[in-house]
């Protein structure tokens, strides 16, 4: 039986932030909020790497929508997170959460 | 005063250096945040960032496939060993006395056929390793790749013919020691790495038309 996968640390804040968005979840919201999230500037190309290896995995699917003038008549490319992916963030949440526990205190003395 | 012209430059490098299908989302939602006020000096670090990101992407997918099927190329001196069983000795030899055309066609079956086997073989292994390129695989795109594989076979064994490089004539000998079998190993390399390439691109093709019909 196939096990359940697991998320790197920047998919994970991807595929939360994408859930956070719902509906306008593109490249421009999905990029600011990551940086004000991570209090530092993200690079956009990074954003859809990561995208496009959780889109790989069956954890979000995409569709394109409009295209803005601003955007020089180029299509925004809109992220959604599948139930696959929903599984997959709570089987890393519960794995982190039992690790997380085992964390000592700075300064306190490790069993 | 923003430049224009240095946008257009670095939109043009974005869209064609990166070989992504998001091309045209990211240089979009680039172009939407230089709208809004983000310096030319922001759009650059950033259409240069994503297109070494892209490259990166793009090597990694292209690693594995050239990795395994140097690898793989290798073998082929044993592939041959096992092959020299005295059924495939006596058939070879019955089939060379035989007259024209046969015997001619025996050039082509001694060498093309154990090679094109071969190359067939560590395809499916690799196939078989990698299951999301094994999942959703035709027949037909199965055949378009092993196609592939063996025009790529065909092809290189003519342009080598000329430099007296013979895929019939596998030596028993230390294979990295001679530069004949070297140049062997890099011609079923290319064809094993053309056959898996052509499947990876439909595998890719099909997974983006999947969400594209989903979306």
Known sequence: MKGPSYLGEFELMVLLTIIHLGEDAYGVPLSRELAIRRGRDVSVGSVYAALDRLEAKGFVASYLGESTPERGGRAKRYFRVTQQGLRSAHATRNVLSKLWKTLPSPGEERA | ?215
């Open chain 2, 1 to 215: 005063m923003k430049s224009i012209q240095s946008i257009a430059v670095a939109t043009w490098m974005l869209e064609h250096l990166t070989f992504g299908s998001d091309h045209e989302a990211l240089s979009g939602d680039l172009l939407e945040e230089f709208q809004r006020g983000r310096s030319t000096a922001w759009y650059w670090r950033q259409a240069l960032s994503a297109i070494g990101v892209g490259l990166l992407r793009k090597s990694a997918t292209y690693a594995l496939p050239l990795l395994f099927a140097t690898a793989w190329s290798t073998l082929y001196p044993a592939w041959r060993a096992i092959g020299r069983v005295p059924l495939t000795q006596s058939i070879y030899e019955r089939w060379a006395s035989l007259d024209w055309p046969f015997s001619t066609s025996l050039t082509i079956v001694n060498g093309i056929v154990p090679a094109a086997t071969f190359i067939w073989l560590g395809f499916f292994i690799y196939l078989m390793s990698r299951r999301e390129m094994a999942h959703g695989m035709t027949g037909l795109r199965l055949l378009g790749s092993l196609s592939i594989a063996l025009n790529v076979l065909l092809v290189t064994t003519i342009a080598l013919g000329y430099s007296g490089i013979d895929v019939r004539y596998v030596p028993r000998e230390n294979f990295f020691a001679n530069p004949h079998l070297v140049a062997i190993s890099i011609q079923l390399a290319l064809s094993l790495f053309s056959a898996i390439i052509c499947a990876a691109l439909q595998a890719r093709r099909q997974h983006h038309g999947a969400d594209s019909l989903a979306g």
